[in-house]
């Protein structure tokens, strides 16, 4: 697969990771950044383990399949990425997530429509019927991304996390593939 392997929407864009990358992600690793209180505030805040994981991919020469992509704003502004994995390596457990560490560039639709492609792109490479994602009640963005691309609430732990001294519930969502609808 090229460098130029890109999967465009309206308003954003998945690609490759480059090398050039990996200075975005140090700017990023910034516990002080407003993404890191709304992305599992509840675990310890650290992205060298996920820097690294991308220099060694790079290493070992960018292969399919993709497990990460990075989203570019229609400015070209790169803004964060999506990411699937899959729980106990059982591809019925593939979850997917999406971070937009550039805050500016929130509320634009940015993150519903790369979590969109994300989807789509995935249903289409992979033998899959299932894609979730883990939240929390407090991240209301990504709960209403979840609700407009088709994902179901299929779980909720009462009061299981505790953010800013205030209880909150975990929440997981899920979608089956004849549900999806690419909505763009
Ligand atoms: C969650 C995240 C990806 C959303 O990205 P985004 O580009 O702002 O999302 P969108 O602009 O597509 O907005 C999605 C919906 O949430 C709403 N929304 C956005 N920010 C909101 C906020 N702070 N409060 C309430 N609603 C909000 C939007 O209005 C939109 O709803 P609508 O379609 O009914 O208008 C982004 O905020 C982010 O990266 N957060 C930090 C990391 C994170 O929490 N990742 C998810 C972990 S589970």
Not at 78 to 84: L, P, Q, R, S
Not at 87 to 116: F, N, R, S
């Amino acid at each position: 697969m090229s460098d130029a392997f890109i999967i465009k929407g309206p308003n954003a864009a998945l690609r490759k990771t480059k090398r050039s990358d990996i200075a975005q992600y140090r700017k990023w690793n910034n516990p002080k950044l407003k993404a890191w209180s709304m992305d599992a505030p509840w675990s310890e805040y650290d992205l060298i383990a996920l820097i690294n994981w991308r220099k060694k991919w790079l290493d070992e020469g960018a292969k399919l399949p993709y497990k990460f992509l990075e989203i570019e704003a229609s400015d070209g502004q790169h803004v964060g990425w999506v990411v699937v994995y899959h729980d106990y390596a059982d591809p019925h457990m593939t979850e997917v997530g999406i971070d937009i560490p550039e805050d500016a560039y929130w509320g634009q639709g940015i993150g519903a429509e790369a979590l969109a492609l994300w989807i789509q792109y995935l249903f289409e490479t992979m033998p899959i019927q299932r894609i979730g994602f883990s939240t929390w009640s407090g991240n209301i963005a990504m709960v209403k991304i979840g609700q407009k691309l088709g994902f179901l609430e299929e779980g909720r732990i009462r009061r299981g996390c505790m953010v800013q001294n205030q209880y909150h519930d975990r929440i997981n969502m899920g979608l089956l593939k004849e549900d999806w609808c690419f909505p763009f």
